[in-house]
């Protein structure tokens, strides 16, 4: 009898170290969706090279990009759980956090991770149309981007502080490609983007098409700025896009990684720590990714960060 319980214990012991030892070799594996935007957009081959980035050099960890309306979808999709990275704007990432301008509820899942790149408000029209001002856009054919886009969120702002309600133009929200195709047909009169320049859809339509960018003056960028602080003036310098024959003045925002408030810290870790690293391979896939400041990576973000993150850029010594 003794003999009898001796060896069961020694089964069960040994049971156990295989166990452990199994789940050791077996460590868990994470698959994460980041959240992007249209396919014509810079979101989205962005964040299929962020997620190749990442897959092949973080063996625990597996992220597949998904196509949506961009920066507010994005917002709304990590709110709600369904995805758990995501990119987004530094101007509305704060007003879903504080429950300004479009969002009606406060969104408290959301945790920055870098800050990306510039976007620029880009304004096209016809050359040979009498469009000078946004003010001149009043009762046109207008794409203002589709619906749950940073584009959109960004065109309402700018167009009502110039004294053109949503409700005097004729609407139309395309993605990048749609409304890139309805110029090339003539049916509409100006396409408001908010995208990295320059944008291929775009200039594909300066190659065949006479178009222009619509440049703001000094006066007009103060009032922009004053009103909305998150833009900055910036210039597209001329040959930006085929027949761009001069400067033009805008404004822009910055594009920005988020993560949920609940994934993993040394996940998140991990993720940033790659992001940065592998920065020039992933500039390889996606000449935007050159912008990317090391020196400055939480440029404009007023968010929390994640705690992995921070913890990255502590350890580094870009923050204290």
Known sequence: MKRAKYVILCLAVIGCVSLNAWSQEKPKIYRLVIG????????YPLGGA???????????????AQA?????????????????LGLTQNDLAEY??????????EYKSLRAVATLFPEHIQIF????????TIADLSSKRVSVGSQGSGTLAN???????????FKDIKRFYLTNVDAVDRMKDGLLDAVFVTTSAPNAAFQDLALSKDVKLLSFTDDEIK??????????????????????????????VLAVLIARNDLDEQVVYNLTKTLWEKKDDLAVMMVKAKEMDPNNPVKGITIPLHPGAERYYKEIGKLK
């Open 223 to 252: 009032k922009i700025v004053a009103k909305y602080p998150f833009f900055q003036k910036v210039v597209l310098t001329k040959g930006m896009y085929k027949g761009q024959t001069e400067d033009v003045t805008t404004v822009a």
């Open 68 to 84: 949506t309306g961009a920066s507010i979808e994005n917002t709304k999709l990590m709110e709600n759980g369904e995805i758990e």
């Open 155 to 165: 065109c309402q702002q700018i167009f009502e502080l110039f004294g053109v309600s």
């Open 50 to 64: 962020m997620a190749r980035i990442w897959t092949q050099n973080l063996p625990n960890i597996s992220v597949s």
């Open 36 to 43: 992007t935007g249209g396919i014509a957009g810079s979101y």
């Open 125 to 132: 029209v016809y050359k040979n149309s009498s469009i000078k």
């Open 96 to 105: 879903a956090a504080k429950k300004q301008y479009m969002f009606d509820k």
